[in-house]
């Protein structure tokens, strides 16, 4: 691998790819995606009736799989939960370990990230439109895996579970997916300047 100046950007990276490449800038991107994560989760807002806080949580995810790309995207948010369940006090307020009913949208994220990260490949993150639909897409992952879970772990019915786990973060949601479909177009425009 070389460390020589990456080139402009071209159709097919993502924007970790316009950093020289090497196994370190590779490790790097990777831990700091996981750090990263884990400090937007400490941003949590208790959400009354429901076990699951609003988090800085998502947008870090969206934000790590477009930037990093599916492949760094998957092994950062991996890295995240296997740190969280080995004890890191990185999730949601502080906690760790699997047995938290909202641990479902961990595992969301893992699969959001590398969905999102191989739509920035294919230039998602290129413009507002796009953006938002990836940024969104990515949002319904996590709740396809954390809503069911969360059913599951606390006993409740789908209802309950939509209730409690989906419908009070679709505002909030829509918010991070507006600030990613600002940030990330804008930020190709300046690197192609």
Same mark, same amino acid.
């Given at each position: 691998?070389?460390?020589?100046?990456?080139?402009?950007?071209?159709?097919?990276?993502?924007?970790?790819?316009?950093?020289?490449?090497?196994?370190?800038?590779?490790?790097?991107?990777?831990?700091?995606?996981?750090?990263?994560?884990?400090?937007?989760?400490?941003?949590?807002?208790?959400?009354?009736?429901?076990?699951?806080?609003?988090?800085?949580?998502? =947008? #870090?995810?969206?934000?790590?799989? $477009? /930037?990093?790309? +599916?492949?760094?995207?998957?092994?950062? &948010?991996?890295?995240? @939960? *296997?740190?969280?369940?080995?004890?890191?006090?990185?999730?949601?307020?502080?906690?760790?370990?699997?047995?938290?009913?909202?641990?479902?949208?961990?595992?969301?994220?893992?699969?959001?990230?590398?969905?999102?990260?191989?739509?920035?490949?294919?230039?998602?993150?290129?413009?507002?439109?796009?953006?938002?639909?990836?940024?969104?897409?990515?949002?319904?992952?996590?709740?396809?895996?954390?809503?069911?879970?969360?059913? =599951? #772990?606390?006993?409740?019915?789908? $209802? /309950?579970?939509? +209730?409690?786990?989906?419908?009070?973060? &679709?505002?909030?949601? @829509? *918010?991070?997916?507006?600030?990613?479909?600002?940030?990330?177009?804008?930020?190709?425009?300046?690197?192609?300047?």
């Amino acid at each position: 691998m070389s460390t020589a100046a990456a080139a402009p950007a071209r159709p097919g990276q993502v924007l970790a790819d316009l950093l020289p490449a090497s196994r370190v800038r590779d490790i790097a991107l990777v831990v700091g995606g996981a750090a990263l994560t884990g400090l937007a989760a400490q941003i949590a807002v208790p959400v009354p009736g429901s076990p699951v806080p609003v988090t800085g949580q998502t =947008l #870090a995810v969206l934000l790590v799989g $477009t /930037a990093l790309g +599916a492949g760094r995207g998957f092994l950062s &948010l991996a890295l995240y @939960a *296997l740190a969280g369940i080995a004890g890191v006090p990185w999730f949601a307020d502080g906690t760790s370990g699997a047995a938290a009913p909202s641990f479902g949208y961990i595992l969301g994220m893992i699969l959001a990230s590398t969905v999102v990260g191989a739509l920035a490949r294919r230039g998602a993150d290129r413009t507002a439109l796009r953006t938002a639909g990836a940024m969104l897409l990515g949002e319904a992952i996590i709740y396809a895996v954390g809503v069911p879970y969360l059913a =599951l #772990a606390t006993g409740m019915s789908a $209802t /309950a579970a939509i +209730a409690a786990g989906l419908t009070p973060f &679709l505002i909030g949601d @829509a *918010l991070k997916a507006a600030l990613a479909m600002g940030a990330l177009p804008t930020t190709w425009k300046l690197l192609n300047r």
